[in-house]
């Protein structure tokens, strides 16, 4: 399982350069990265400072305080100052890397600061705004018991959507591949994503933010 989730790893970095490629081609020369909400990009603290989800888990005003206190919203930082599409695949995995860890620490906070009931739904919302990329995302693959063969077709799938220039804006993007990890996955491991995912919530009120600094209402997935 440890080499398959390193496949993983190097998977979500195919897939976020994929969506930046079709993001460049969708905007005007110079524009800033829009974002997108898979993996380590869509992180449990990134949700967190939005309305909608603060609203859906019930914060009072005093705790949302302490979490804007405690959870400062950061710059996208890293190796290459943020700019993904133009980062080599080596600089991806450490900016991705380095990411990972920032959400780990704030992660820690979190569950330090919300009640097992918040926590719990929190992680519930990030599934569905994940999309395609909760297969990505390692303690989800974990979970659901991606195997070393679902991750090669999962990144020759992404291979071919990159080969292929997109052939869509972002959002169609994000639903070709969603169509396409479902086509991967078992029923079994269906039924246990469907059920990580809990009750309904419209992922469309969110800001997906990615590598480039950018944001905007995402797309349902």
């Not at 018991?145 to 959002?171: C, E, F, H, W, Y």
Request: hydrophobic share 40%; aromatic share 2%; no cysteine.
């Amino acid at each position: 399982m440890h080499r398959t989730l390193l496949a993983a790893a190097s998977l979500a970095a195919a897939l976020l350069a994929t969506l930046l490629t079709t993001d460049a081609s969708a905007q005007p020369p110079g524009g800033r990265g829009r974002g997108m909400g898979m993996g380590g990009m869509m992180s449990q603290a990134s949700l967190l400072r939005q309305e909608p989800v603060q609203a859906d888990l019930g914060l009072s005003a005093d705790l949302k305080t302490k979490l804007a206190a405690e959870l400062p919203e950061r710059g996208p930082g890293g190796t290459g100052g943020g700019n993904f599409r133009d980062m080599t695949d080596e600089q991806r995995q450490t900016w991705m890397e380095e990411r990972r860890a920032r959400n780990a620490e704030d992660d820690k906070k979190i569950a330090g600061l919300v009640s097992p009931e918040q926590l719990a739904r929190l992680k519930q919302i990030r599934v569905q705004a994940l999309g395609a990329g909760a297969l990505m995302d390692e303690s989800i693959a974990k979970e659901l018991s991606i195997t070393d063969d679902q991750v090669s077709k999962l990144q020759s799938a992404m291979r071919d959507m990159r080969q292929g220039g997109g052939g869509g804006n972002p959002g169609e993007m994000r639903a070709k591949m969603t169509a396409k990890a479902m086509e991967i996955l078992s029923a079994d491991q269906k039924a246990k994503l469907e059920a990580l995912k809990g009750p309904a919530f419209d992922v469309s009120k969110l800001q997906m933010r990615g590598p480039g600094g950018g944001g905007r209402p995402g797309a349902g997935s």
